[in-house]
């Protein structure tokens, strides 16, 4: 990854820049697919964070679950590590 720019390929991920907001869309077909591919594209984002002096600020980070009805995921106890 380049330095000072964001990595918008991401394996497994689509990223959507908007101003300064950030959204990074990851599909699955189930959970364990699903976290495999978030920590993933989690560890590119802290390394790229890291290598550009970075920090995530947590207190204005979020997820967000979309679940179709045709392929529900258990998510009742799901917990983003």
Do not use: C, Y
Not at 5 to 26: C, H, R, Y
Not at 32 to 44: G, H, N, S, T, Y
Request: aromatic share 6%; proline share 1%; hydrophobic share 45%.
């Amino acid at each position: 990854m380049n330095k000072n720019e964001l990595p918008v390929n991401m394996q497994g991920s689509k990223m959507v820049l908007f101003a300064d907001d950030t959204n990074i869309q990851i599909k699955a077909t189930n959970e364990d697919i699903l976290i495999k591919k978030i920590k993933r594209v989690m560890q590119q984002l802290l390394t790229w964070f890291h290598g550009n002096e970075l920090v995530i600020n947590t207190e204005k980070t979020i997820a967000m679950s979309f679940i179709s009805v045709i392929n529900q995921l258990d998510t009742q106890n799901f917990v983003l590590q």
